[in-house]
């Protein structure tokens, strides 16, 4: 394992998880005692943005571990996607690695939700564009990324803290672009913090997690390029 520390896991709890999250984290638990060191559990409803800046705070008043692995409690993964992103993730070359996750992008394929790769890359004009052809198994530097599946050490988080200034809340936020009129959500919002603090941000397209989207319903890279495969011709980035 090139991941030199402990790491703490975290997550926000909406009152309930998924059972896939569930079985998740109990194996991750028994198989990396090892390294898995610190526990965060922040019950959260809908102030997301709130319990985010909640868990990094606690991480750094109550904890000594030196990496903090957020997991949202709709998502699933193995043991060789948490090994493979820790694997990868050095405390300076590459202090945030994410798994490759999806979401929902507001397209359709008949009735079905066609999904997005968050893999998130600056455009010119201002937003992002996700990063529908990225290469197989491989680290892939991005500009943003979601924090269902993400490794981040210490040091990051220390940093921003010291440069944004806000005290409990200098991690998450929330603002309009006017420019292109969309939302910039708390997770974008912490990537860009993270690149202004001067760290570098990457996903590892091997580490395949899963969003689990009710029974038998899980947004994963075979249901992305089944998906993709139906909207072949009709979309722009297809």
Same mark, same amino acid.
């Given at each position: 394992m090139a991941i030199k520390g402990t790491v703490c896991l975290a997550w926000l709890d909406p009152g309930e998880v998924a059972s896939d999250f569930a079985i998740s984290i109990s194996?991750?638990?028994?198989?990396?005692?090892?390294?898995?060191?610190?526990?965060?559990?922040?019950?959260?409803?809908?102030?997301?943005?709130?319990?985010? @800046?909640? !868990?990094? /705070?606690?991480?750094? &008043?109550?904890?000594?571990?030196?990496?903090?692995?957020?997991?949202?409690?709709?998502?699933?993964?193995?043991?060789?996607?948490? @090994?493979? !992103?820790? /694997?990868?993730?050095? &405390?300076?070359?590459?202090?945030?690695?994410?798994g490759l996750c999806f979401g929902q992008d507001g397209y359709f394929a008949g009735p079905f939700p066609t999904l997005v790769p968050t893999l998130l890359i600056s455009k010119p004009d201002g937003g992002y564009a996700a990063m529908h052809d990225y290469p197989e198994s491989a680290m892939v530097e991005v500009d943003a990324t979601g924090c269902a599946f993400l490794l981040i050490h210490r040091s990051v988080l220390e940093k921003i803290r010291k440069d944004v200034g806000l005290g409990k809340w200098s991690w998450f936020g929330e603002y309009p672009q006017m420019a292109i009129d969309?939302?910039?959500?708390?997770?974008?919002?912490?990537?860009?913090?993270?690149?202004a603090s001067g760290f570098p941000i990457f996903v590892h397209t091997g580490a395949k997690i899963g969003h689990v989207k009710g029974n038998n319903y899980t947004l994963d890279e075979s249901m992305y390029q089944m998906l993709r495969t139906a909207t072949a011709g009709t979309r722009v980035d297809s």
């Open positions: 194996d991750l638990s028994r198989a990396r005692a090892d390294i898995l060191a610190g526990r965060i559990n922040v019950r959260c409803g809908g102030g997301i943005t709130r319990g985010r @800046n909640r !868990v990094v /705070h606690q991480f750094l &008043e109550g904890s000594t571990d030196d990496w903090l692995l957020f997991v949202d409690a709709d998502m699933s993964f193995t043991v060789d996607d948490f @090994n493979l !992103v820790a /694997h990868h993730a050095h &405390e300076r070359k590459a202090p945030i690695v994410g969309a939302w910039v959500s708390e997770d974008v919002v912490f990537c860009e913090l993270a690149k």
